[in-house]
């Protein structure tokens, strides 16, 4: 199993910082099967993550997620139906993209057994180059538009939990200023004070943020 990225550097030849990389799986029991689709797809500029069967993928997909599987069919022990198979039992992969990959002859009863266990599409080789990239960066652009969505989720919960805060600290607040009222005593200031410097502090980031 290996995996390929590759880094970038600004226009002056220093290092520049990276932009974040899908990984697509490539799943082959053939070294020069597997060599093939990383020089058809090295363009697209993702990290290419090798495995030679079906249970080097599952094991993969234990640790990363990926844009796209692309899974050959016909493979020693595990072969790639079962293998999708076990793909989509699972729930942190099952709506992993799959593309099956096949030199089984054009019957269109293979196409269907590939389509029933889960797969996207299904191609025949020997593969047109330029459409089986094309398809890879389709899926490779909707898991990027789905990660920012689900980061801007994320950043939505986080800022409804800093207003919450906000506000409970704000009634403390009124709370301690009131009960200080009469006295306008020096300690009761400056817990004030102190307050709303934690507040201020606590709101700089979310102000960031917004300003971005």
């Known amino acids: 199993m290996t995996e390929r990225s590759g880094g970038s550097v600004d226009g002056e030849g220093g290092p520049a910082t990276e932009r974040p990389r899908s990984k697509i799986l490539l799943v082959d029991d053939r070294a020069d ?31 990363d997620d990926f844009a796209v599987i692309l899974l050959d069919v016909q493979m020693p022990g ?12 699972r729930g942190r992969t099952r709506d992993t993209p799959i ?19 889960g797969a996207v599409d299904y191609i025949a080789k020997p593969f047109d180059p330029w459409l089986l990239r094309a398809k890879v960066s389709v899926f490779v652009e909707l898991f990027e538009k789905n990660e920012r969505l689900s980061e ?14 906000v506000a409970e600290r704000l009634i403390a607040l ?10 306008s005593s020096e300690e009761t ?10 507040l201020v502090a606590r709101l700089q980031p ?6 971005t």
């Open 206 to 211: 979310f102000a960031r943020s917004n300003n």
């Open 174 to 183: 009124d709370v301690l200023l009131e009960g200080g009222a009469e006295s």
């Open 189 to 198: 200031l400056a817990a004030a004070g102190a307050e709303v410097r934690g």
């Open 33 to 63: 099967n597997l060599m093939a689709l990383e020089a058809i797809l090295a363009s697209l500029d993702q990290d290419l993550v090798t495995a030679s069967s079906g249970e080097e993928a599952l094991k993969r997909l234990l640790v």
């Open 99 to 117: 593309i099956f990959l096949t030199a089984i002859d054009r019957e269109p009863h293979h196409a269907f057994r590939g389509y029933a266990v």
């Open 152 to 165: 801007l989720a994320h950043q939505r919960v986080r800022d409804f939990d800093l207003m919450a805060e």
């Open 78 to 89: 595990m072969d790639g139906f079962e293998t999708a198979h076990r793909i989509k039992q």
